[in-house]
């Protein structure tokens, strides 16, 4: 079945430590997407890429890093500059060229800084 | 940017009551997605709506785009318990990168 995976499901974070989010789809799927909820929260976008090797700044882009060089992987790394890390991280992706038929999301990581 | 409020925040409701939820924008959108959340999981898309007027349904689920393209909202006829979750209304930007633009959502309790 085509989808998107994302891991670890829960992943642990040291103060002052680079952590890395992984986001591989098969859907061939062009664009790509990550997104940060907060409890109680609508999701808020951090990066996204419309084609391999490109990436845009989101909203909320300080203290992320992206890279595209597959178009199926869009890993998404949380920096020490990140200063409230703790959040849900969703990866989407387009379903259709125009955007239009709604988008298909990971499961999610959730990540917890100790 | 552009910017889409939805209320209310939360809604307890009996197992069988309806529920609504509603979303507002400032300005025109030129369509409005849906999409359900269900607690510890990830947004699963509903459906989308470009038309003014627009009304369309699944199965007890009734979505409805204002005439002017500024409001929605999402109907929910005889609740049940598998209804729970967070519904989110989204303006999906075909002007800048096509992305989602996320209500705050509407988080849906039913007491079975």
């Known amino acids: 079945d085509g989808g998107i995976t994302q891991s670890p499901k829960y992943l642990f974070r040291k103060e002052g430590q680079n952590v890395t989010l992984s986001c591989e789809q098969n859907l061939n799927h062009d664009a790509m997407y990550w997104y940060r909820q907060d409890p109680g929260q609508g999701l808020r976008l951090i990066y996204y890429?419309?084609?391999?090797?490109?990436?845009q700044k989101g909203d909320i882009a300080e203290g992320y890093s992206v890279s595209r060089e597959k178009k199926e992987s869009f890993p998404l790394t949380v920096t020490s500059a990140q200063k409230n890390p703790t959040a849900f991280y969703l990866c989407?992706?387009?379903?259709?060229?125009?955007?239009?038929?709604?988008?298909?999301f990971g499961s999610g990581t959730r990540l917890t800084v100790v | 940017g552009q910017q889409v409020m939805q209320i209310p925040q939360y809604q307890h409701v009996q197992e069988g009551e309806d529920f609504t939820t509603y979303c507002n924008s400032s300005t025109t959108l030129s369509n409005i997605q849906w999409y359900k959340q269900r607690p510890g999981g990830h947004p699963v898309f509903l459906i989308q709506l470009v038309k003014s007027g627009e009304v369309k349904k699944q199965k007890r689920l009734t979505f409805q785009f204002g005439e002017a393209k500024k409001n929605s909202s999402l109907h929910i006829t005889a609740t049940q318990t598998t209804d729970v979750g967070t519904y989110f209304c989204v303006y999906f930007n075909d002007n800048a990168g096509n992305m989602l633009t996320f209500g705050g959502g509407t988080r849906l309790m039913v007491k079975p």
């Open positions: 989407a992706s387009r379903r259709d060229e125009t955007g239009r038929g709604g988008y298909t």
């Open positions: 890429s419309q084609i391999v090797n490109d990436f």
